[in-house]
């Protein structure tokens, strides 16, 4: 049983910073890929965030410039820290990696429950 938790999330004015964490507990033998996606009301999830198991990252355009993906390994957390928050930024943001749970297993992608980010004045 593997788990990945998310927090940090809340509400947020406008040019203001928030920190998300997510953990990843439980059976686990090793993570690859891990991301932060969001999704906000009547729109589809999309890719926020990528960083594979080196120190390469990817970001959407629209966060480019204001969002950071970090992660410790050895804490088997993925961070995301995102300053110059705007309106349209409002989303329920979730967290997933792919994690193998033994030895030469196949990974599976796992996902958090989400956490609330609110960018309003």
């Known amino acids: 049983q593997v788990q990945l938790v998310e927090s940090g999330g809340g509400l947020v004015q406008p040019g203001g910073s928030l920190r998300l964490s997510c953990s990843a507990s439980g059976s686990i033998f090793s993570i690859f890929a891990m991301a932060w996606y969001r999704q906000a009301p009547g729109r589809q999830r999309e890719l926020v965030a990528s960083m594979p198991t080196g120190t390469n990252a990817n970001y959407a355009d629209s966060v480019k410039g204001r969002f950071t993906i970090s992660r410790d390994n050895a804490k088997n957390t993925v961070y995301l820290q995102m300053n110059s928050l705007k309106p349209e930024d409002t989303a329920v943001y979730y967290c997933?990696?792919?994690?193998?749970?033994?030895?030469?297993?196949?990974?599976?992608?796992?996902w958090g429950q989400g956490t609330q980010v609110t960018v309003s004045s």
């Open positions: 997933s990696a792919d994690i193998a749970t033994v030895r030469g297993g196949v990974p599976y992608d796992y």
